[in-house]
């Protein structure tokens, strides 16, 4: 499902589940599955995002993956409004990124991120700003 002013770059796919609110912009080749995104929420390019709630205001940098698949069962990933999520970053579910959070380039996010907080690195770890 798409709201009014939704943008979806080319090669993008919008698989079953996919719902997308007002003014969300979606990058070139992006695979949508299971998955909302709230109102003005922006995802780049080469991205998957399945079984995952964005928040409101969020952006997710280029080459973001949800990595929602243990083998056995597929788990949700949270990312709360306002937060920023750097470029290749891997969201490893089950994680929530709190509002106002921030992943750095190439994260590996294996455990939840609290509000206004930083994580960076393979496994990420909290630092401060």
């Given amino acids: 499902v798409m709201e009014a002013g939704v943008d979806i770059g080319p090669f993008s796919h919008l698989r079953p ?10 990058g070139n080749y992006v695979e949508v599955k ?4 709230a109102a003005g929420a922006v995802m780049g390019h080469f991205g998957y995002v399945g079984d995952a709630s964005i928040g409101a205001n969020v952006n997710m940098g280029a080459g973001t993956v949800t990595c929602n698949y243990d083998g056995k069962d597929k788990l949700r990933s949270v990312v709360e409004k ?5 470029c290749d ?4 579910a089950p ?9 750095g380039a190439g994260a590996v996010i294996t455990k939840d991120v609290p509000p206004a907080r930083l994580a960076v690195g393979v496994p990420a770890k909290i630092v401060e700003r």
């Fill in 17 to 26: 589940g996919a719902y997308l609110e007002t003014g969300v912009h979606i």
């Fill in 82 to 86: 306002d937060a920023f999520i750097g």
């Fill in 95 to 103: 994680v929530t990124v709190g509002a106002g959070a921030v992943t």
């Fill in 89 to 92: 970053t891997m969201l490893v």
């Fill in 34 to 37: 299971e998955s909302r995104f």
